[in-house]
Nanobody, 126 residues
Framework: QDQLEESGGGLVQAGGSLRLSCVASGLPFSSLYMGWFRQSPGKEREFVAAISWSGGTTDYADSVKGRFTISKMNARNRNTVYLQMNSLKPEDTAVYYC?????????????????WGQGTQVTVSS
């Protein structure tokens, strides 16, 4: 069964840190990009970060550059992608979704992404 399962969300004060994890199983891992999007109430879903299957290519939204770091660990039959979030701001509050697709362009745009997780809530208090 194709699956992306997120964990690690929660409540944190501004300036704090959280690490999100997403375990992918049952997906065609070869050449698969994985990444994160987020959506706040009343706003459109937005791209946060993405990483190539090898980990050699990463992309970040301008709003998180220098604060968030995406990484991944590849293992037989399952891959895990992490999003280390530092210096969190109240505007980072959102539901964070793990995503995966074979095309980098789709991962950055969010259009036509093949696989989505259920989401995990991140709340940053001021």
């Amino acid at each position: 069964q194709d699956q992306l399962e997120e964990s690690g969300g929660g409540l944190v004060q501004a300036g704090g840190s959280l690490r999100l994890s997403c375990v992918a199983s049952g997906l065609p891992f070869s050449s698969l990009y994985m990444g994160w999007f987020r959506q706040s109430p009343g706003k459109e879903r937005e791209f946060v970060a993405a990483i190539s299957w090898s980990g050699g290519t990463t992309d970040y939204a301008d709003s998180v550059k220098g604060r968030f770091t995406i990484s991944k660990m590849n293992a037989r039959n399952r891959n895990t992608v992490y999003l280390q979030m530092n210096s969190l701001k109240p505007e980072d509050t959102a539901v964070y979704y793990c995503a995966a697709d074979s095309k980098r362009a789709r991962m950055v745009s969010g259009e036509g992404v093949a696989y989505w997780g259920q989401g995990t809530q991140v709340t940053v208090s001021s």
